[in-house]
């Protein structure tokens, strides 16, 4: 270890913290703006890297100036790293009771630089407060983070607070002969060390983090409706096509319901496509009140929806829709004067099918069979003419 120049690692540090900077800031312009934190890592990173340079640079300025000006960009940088993180979990970020923290470490360390220079407790105070700052950092990940990127983070974070703790200890109790930052020392080369190597972790760690977020929301875009909250029709479609394969194989029936808003064109048309479009919402939350867990309810067009009812014959699933077209009528009319009903189209699977198609097909034609025979009611393909228990609106 005492053969380790450490200028060069603060060079390489300063180095590491610039390119990753950069490549954060880089991402922030191509992600979605609901990813937050990314600014504030990059802005962190690159403080960081300024903070090398300060140190690098004690031989072209006071010794004092150089440390008290790493010190102050080291705390902030690494602050703003953890405000990336707090808005990254879309927490309120409380940077105040930390400037705070950092504002009473700074004048204690400009104090041990210059009315009472003392390099053991400036390294003891600066640690301390890092400690600190990480330790929260590391709770925050501990408790919001879900997945490998932020538990890896975590497992960084958690041994930085350590690294920190023990220099601090260090400082006291086994370092006494150190008075200089760069200079040799088996501890303070240890400490050096595994904080520049931390360093690059974390960022690592963090642009993980975003880029899991990033992929899990362009999953969820790419699964559910973003204004219903329901599945899309291209997985319905997928999921319909796994159930005709299961049913081929394992004979276990399978239905659809096909529901169409009852003139939602008068609603659209009498109190504006914002109310139309909370109107879908209601109606989507309320579709979902009667349907069983396995049940999958997508949006299939504009005030259409359709759901696949799996391991479930003809008459259940008519009594499943009579139950829907039930709730949907019950929902309390929002804005008032503005009922919503619905029309339903029942299929169950054939014998002879060979596409799921098929199925919402003959639900089409059931669906066409209600609104012709007055909307707000339940018709099954097999049994068009059974009476409806839904009433004429
Ligand atoms: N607010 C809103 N309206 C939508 C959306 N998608 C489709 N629509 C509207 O849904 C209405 C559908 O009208 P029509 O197909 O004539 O059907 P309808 O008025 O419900 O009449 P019936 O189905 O015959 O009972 C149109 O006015 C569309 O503009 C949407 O996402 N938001």
């Keep these: 270890m005492s053969g380790i120049d450490l200028r060069t690692i603060n060079l390489v540090t300063g180095l590491m913290c610039v390119v990753m900077g950069t490549v954060i800031l880089g991402m922030r312009r191509n992600f979605p703006s609901s990813i937050q934190g ?19 640079a004690e031989r072209l300025m006071p010794p004092s100036l150089a440390a008290i000006g790493g010190n102050a960009l080291a705390l902030t940088a690494c602050g703003l790293m953890y405000f990336g993180t707090q808005r990254f979990y879309a927490q309120q970020v409380h940077w105040q009771r930390w400037a705070g923290v950092g504002a009473i470490s700074l004048c204690g360390l400009t104090y041990f630089a210059v009315v009472h220079p003392d390099y053991q407790m ?12 990480f330790a929260a950092h590391a709770r925050l990940l501990w408790r919001q983070g879900r997945g490998f990127a932020a538990r890896f983070t975590l497992v960084v974070m958690g041994l930085q607070t350590l690294i920190f703790v023990a220099r601090c200890v260090a400082a006291f109790w086994l370092d006494q002969a150190s008075t200089h930052r760069f200079a040799a020392s088996t501890i303070h080369n240890a400490y050096f060390v595994s904080f520049s190597f931390m360093v690059l972790l974390f960022l690592v760690g963090v642009l993980l983090m975003a880029s899991e977020r990033v992929r899990a929301e362009f999953e969820h875009m ?16 997928l999921a319909g096509d796994q159930e005709l394969l299961r049913w081929q194989r394992h004979a276990h029936p399978f239905a659809v319901l096909l529901i ?13 496509h ?24 997508a949006r299939y067009g504009g005030e259409e929806f359709l759901v696949l009812l799996p391991v479930t014959d003809e008459a259940t699933a008519r009594e499943l829709g009579e139950r829907v077209r039930a709730a949907v009528q019950a929902m309390p009319s929002d804005p ?6 619905i029309s339903v189209g029942v ?3 054939h014998e002879g099918d060979t596409t799921f198609d098929q199925l919402v097909a003959r639900a089409d034609l059931a669906l066409y069979q209600a609104k012709n025979a007055g ?7 097999d049994n068009p003419t059974l009476p409806s228990h839904g009433r004429t609106p």
């Design 38 to 56: 990314l600014g504030l890592w990059g802005l962190g990173a690159l403080l960081g890297m300024l903070a090398s340079a300060f140190y690098g």
């Design 122 to 133: 400036r390294v003891a105070l600066f640690t301390a407060t890092l400690a600190g700052l």
């Design 222 to 237: 790419a699964t559910f409706d973003s204004l219903t909250g329901a599945l899309n029709r291209r997985v319905l479609l």
């Design 260 to 272: 169409d808003i009852d003139h939602f064109k008068q609603i659209n048309d009498q109190h504006g």
């Design 274 to 297: 914002l109310v139309g479009d909370q109107v879908l919402k209601r109606l989507a939350a309320a579709l979902r009140q009667p349907l069983r867990k396995t049940d999958l309810l």
């Design 336 to 341: 008032p004067g503005c009922p919503c009903t």
């Design 347 to 349: 299929s169950g699977v």
């Design 375 to 381: 909307r707000n009611r339940v018709v099954m393909m």
